[in-house]
C-alpha cells in the first residue's frame, strides 16, 4: 500500500486558492472511458457515491474560517494499492472500486481522523474521493488508486487540520496534537489487511520498507536476516513434504521389488520341487535297474563256479 501527500505547488496540487483545478483533475480519465463505455465511477464521501463536481468544490471552498490567503485550504493525498493488494480487493473494476471506497471510509478516514490525536472520527473530516483506473507512467497491469481531497478544517469548520505538521501528540505549544504519519500508514496497512484477509508478506509491509530506507545498517541487516530466515522456514516444510514423497515412493518400489522377488523366490521353489521330484523318480528308477543287473551278474558267476 503506497499512501502519499501531494506537495503544495502553482499547478494542480495548488492548495491555496480553490480547489476546482483538483476536481477538474480528478475527472480527466471519465470522458475516455464513458466514450469507450467502459464503468467509471464519481466523487464520493462518508456517506455519498456519485457526487457532482461542482458541490466539491463548493463544499471545499466554502470550508475555509480564519484561513489566511495563503494558508493551505485542503490537501490532496494519494491511495495506491500494489497490484498484489488490487487482486485482493475483487475480479472486476467495479467490485476492486467499491472495495476501495469501502476501504477509505471504514479504515483510512478513521485511522486519519484519529492521528491528530484531538479525539476526532471520521465524521469530524470533510474529504471526497475519486477512484482513478489508469496510470499512463505504470507498466503495472492493475493500476486502480485514489485521489482524495480533503479539507484543511472539520466538518464544523472551526478545527485546523494540518497532516504535514511535523508535531506529533504535542501538549502545549501553539500547534496542539500534532498529526503522526508514520503511525497512520502502519494503522492503515494493518486494517487493509483485516479488511480483506490479506496475508502480506515482510517485504511488502511498511515497516520493511521504512527501515531499509531510513534505518541503521545495523537495523537494515538485521531486518533481512529476518526476512530470509522467515523465506527459509516457509521453504522447509515443502521440502519436507518433497522427501516424504520420495521417501514413500522409494518404500513403495521397495515393497513392489521385494514381493517380485517373493513370487519369482516361490515360483522358483515349485519350479524346483518339481525338478527335484522328477529327479528322484528317476534316481529311483536307475537305482531299481542297477539293483536288478547286479543280480542276473551274481547268477551267472554261481553258474559257472558249478
Known amino acids: ?20 483545478q483538483l476536481a477538474n483533475y480528478c475527472e480527466h480519465e471519465d470522458l475516455e ?3 469507450k463505455g467502459i464503468y467509471t465511477d464519481g ?25 489566511l490567503k495563503t494558508d493551505a485550504k485542503f490537501f490532496a493525498i494519494h491511495v495506491s494499492p500494489s497490484e498484489s493488494e488490487l487482486r ?12 476501495m471506497k469501502r476501504y477509505i471510509r471504514e479504515v483510512f478516514i478513521p485511522e486519519y481522523a484519529k492521528n491528530f490525536n484531538k479525539g476526532l472520527s471520521e465524521a469530524d473530516i470533510k474529504f471526497y474521493g475519486k477512484i482513478h483506473f489508469d496510470r499512463s507512467r505504470s507498466d503495472n497491469e492493475l493500476n486502480m488508486h485514489c485521489h482524495l481531497i480533503v479539507s484543511r478544517k472539520d466538518q ?15 501538549k502545549k505549544g501553539t500547534v496542539m496534537g500534532g498529526f503522526d504519519r508514520v503511525n497512520l500508514f502502519r494503522q492503515a496497512e494493518q486494517g487493509f489487511d483485516k479488511l480483506f484477509g490479506y496475508d502480506r508478506q515482510q517485504s511488502e509491509s511498511f515497516d520493511y520498507h ?11 541487516l538485521e531486518l533481512q536476516e529476518q526476512n530470509f530466515t522467515g523465506e527459509k522456514k516457509k521453504e522447509i516444510p515443502q521440502s519436507s513434504e518433497k522427501e516424504n514423497m520420495i521417501s514413500c515412493n522409494l518404500d ?3 515393497d513392489n521389488k521385494h514381493s517380485r522377488n517373493q513370487q519369482n523366490n516361490s515360483t522358483g521353489d515349485s519350479l524346483l520341487s518339481i525338478f527335484s521330484l522328477g529327479d528322484g523318480n528317476n534316481y529311483d528308477a536307475t ?3 542297477d539293483l536288478q543287473a547286479q543280480k542276473r551278474k551274481k547268477k551267472k558267476k554261481k553258474g559257472i563256479r558249478r
Request: aromatic share 6%; proline share 3%.
Open 1 to 20: 500500500m503506497h499512501i502519499d501527500f501531494a506537495p503544495p505547488s502553482k499547478g494542480t496540487y495548488n492548495n491555496a486558492g480553490s480547489s476546482q
Open 156 to 170: 464544523s469548520n472551526k478545527k485546523k487540520l494540518s497532516p504535514l505538521t511535523n508535531h506529533k501528540n504535542t
Open 88 to 99: 485482493a480487493m475483487g475480479n472486476t473494476e467495479q467490485e476492486k472500486a467499491e472495495a
Open 252 to 254: 513403495s518400489t521397495q
Open 43 to 67: 466523487f464520493f464521501n462518508l456517506m455519498d457515491d456519485n457526487i457532482y463536481k461542482s458541490k466539491v468544490i463548493k463544499d471545499i471552498d466554502s470550508n475555509i474560517g480564519q484561513l
Open 210 to 220: 521504512n527501515t531499509m530506507k531510513n534505518g541503521s545498517i545495523s537495523e537494515q
Open 287 to 289: 537305482s531299481a535297474e
Open 33 to 35: 472511458r464513458m466514450e
